[in-house]
Each structure stands twice: as structure tokens, then as C-alpha cells.
Nanobody, 123 residues
Framework: QVQLVESGGGLVQAGGSLRLSCAAS????????MGWFRQVPGKEREFVGA????????YYTDSVKGRFTISRDNAKNTVYLQMNSLKPEDTAVYYC????????????????WGQGTQVTVSS
């Protein structure tokens, strides 16, 4: 069982930055792929990026490449999403998720979810 708690959301102006954190419980955190997703009302949950457990490979959806950075600290059981050059279209509730498999960009692949944190980017 893995429990995830996100933090770091808030209101920021366009062009600004935020760093989201996701703290995980469980001794085997290092064996989970950690993903970030986002969702706006009325739309499906969208993949943002993920970091695999086996080789630390990181991949992103095209719309955030070059602006967002995912990292993980296995010693702290925490994964981060650094978001730079934020745009109004990045406004959403951001979720971190975990799965025991390696990789994955679909929400159904993930077994555990945090409660979400709101990110609002004003123009």
C-alpha cells in the first residue's frame, strides 16, 4: 500500500514557477514509477510526466517539455514537479500517482493517487 500527499500548489502569474512535491509512504517507494497528471473540470485526466523506478528514465507530454522537470529523492520518498514558464493553460488540479510497473502514461495504469493540489496560472 502506498499513500501519496501532494503539496506546493497555488496561484502564480503567467511566466512564473511552482514546485509541487509528492510525499509517499511505504518502504518500497524506490520500486514505483511515479507519475504526474492534471485535470480540469469537464476534461479527462491528462498525463504530464513520469519517472521510472528502474533506471530513472523521465518522459513528458509534449506541452510541458522544456518547462517542467520531474525528479525524485528516494531517500525522502518524495517526487517533485518543477514547473517553469507557466501558462494559463497549465491551470488544473495536479495529481501524483504511483504504480509498481515500469513506466506508464495512462491513468488506468496507476494504482495509487494523491488527493491533488490546485495550480492556477493567471494571465
Amino acid at each position: 500500500q502506498v499513500q501519496l500527499v501532494e503539496s506546493g500548489g497555488g496561484l502564480v502569474q503567467a511566466g512564473g514557477s511552482l514546485r509541487l512535491s509528492c510525499a509517499a509512504s511505504g518502504r518500497t517507494f524506490s520500486r514505483y514509477t511515479m507519475g504526474w497528471f492534471r485535470q480540469v473540470p469537464g476534461k479527462e485526466r491528462e498525463f504530464v510526466g513520469a519517472i521510472t523506478w528502474s533506471d530513472g528514465r523521465i518522459y513528458y507530454t509534449d506541452s510541458v517539455k522544456g518547462r517542467f522537470t520531474i525528479s525524485r529523492d528516494n531517500a525522502k520518498n518524495t517526487v517533485y514537479l518543477q514547473m517553469n514558464s507557466l501558462k494559463p493553460e497549465d491551470t488544473a488540479v495536479y495529481y501524483c500517482a504511483a504504480r509498481s510497473g515500469n513506466g506508464g502514461s495512462y491513468s488506468y495504469q496507476y494504482n495509487y493517487w494523491g488527493q491533488g493540489t490546485q495550480v492556477t496560472v493567471s494571465s
